[in-house]
Antibody, heavy 119, light 107 residues
Framework: EVQLVESGGGLVQPGGSLRLSCAAS????????MSWVRQAPGKGLEWVSG????????YYSDSVKGRFTISRDNSENTLYLQMNSLRAEDTAVYFC????????????WGQGTLVTVSS | DIQMTQSPSSVSASVGDRVTIACRAS??????LAWYQQKPGKAPKLLIY???TLQSGVPSRFSGSGSGTDFTLTISSLQPEDFATYYC?????????FGGGTKVEIK
């Protein structure tokens, strides 16, 4: 059974940093591109970042480019999102998501972890 | 960036109704489109990918069509468990983008 379990969310002050983790199991993690998607309270879905199977290629939304860094550890089956210079508008539930083979559609999602940026 | 526009933003329907949700891309995305269902407090669930491919385990009352810029999600006979918010997503190019969502409510 595919499982994605996010952790690392919490309350942080504006300008602060946080690192999210996503522990994957039930599939060959190193064979799939992965992404982070977020959802602000009461709002729609927003793709944040994606990473290739090797980690050699990374992709970001304009809203987080230069502040967030996605990475992965295929030996530990874990996806990461390092978030720096956090802003109030980054407040959201952050989901990690596994892609369907050969597409950038997402067939499995974690339960999400809440990040709140507030003073 | 490719903008994804869904319509309507909400629809009221009864059990057994046929429901159609539209999604328009601001530029051509071939068939690189997915549809998701999301219920309150839950993660999204993939329904359709590549515009018309039904994800494993998804009931056959869900179907997707379209290519280029115009796409449709159809629920042929609405069931009680289908009341939720539905999102389209383009998977053609970065940044990946979602539509604003369509809430399917009980009439």
């Amino acid at each position: 059974e595919v499982q994605l379990v996010e952790s690392g969310g919490g309350l942080v002050q504006p300008g602060g940093s946080l690192r999210l983790s996503c522990a994957a199991s039930g599939f060959t993690f190193s064979s799939y591109v992965m992404s982070w998607v977020r959802q602000a309270p009461g709002k729609g879905l927003e793709w944040v970042s994606g990473i290739s199977v090797s980690g050699g290629s990374t992709y970001y939304s304009d809203s987080v480019k230069g502040r967030f860094t996605i990475s992965r550890d295929n030996s530990e089956n874990t996806l990461y999102l390092q978030m720096n210079s956090l802003r109030a508008e980054d407040t959201a539930v952050y989901f990690c998501a596994k892609t369907v083979t050969t597409t950038w559609s997402f067939d499995y999602w974690g339960q999400g972890t809440l990040v709140t940026v507030s003073s | 960036d490719i903008q994804m526009t869904q319509s309507p933003s909400s629809v009221s329907a009864s059990v057994g109704d046929r429901v159609t949700i539209a999604c328009r891309a601001s530029q051509g995305i071939s068939s690189w489109l997915a549809w998701y269902q999301q219920k309150p407090g839950k993660a999204p669930k993939l329904l359709i990918y590549a515009a018309s491919t039904l994800q494993s385990g998804v009931p056959s009352r869900f179907s997707g069509s379209g290519s280029g810029t115009d796409f449709t999600l159809t629920i042929s006979s609405l069931q009680p468990e289908d009341f939720a918010t539905y999102y389209c997503q383009q998977a053609n190019s970065f940044p990946l983008t979602f539509g604003g969502g369509t809430k399917v409510e009980i009439k």
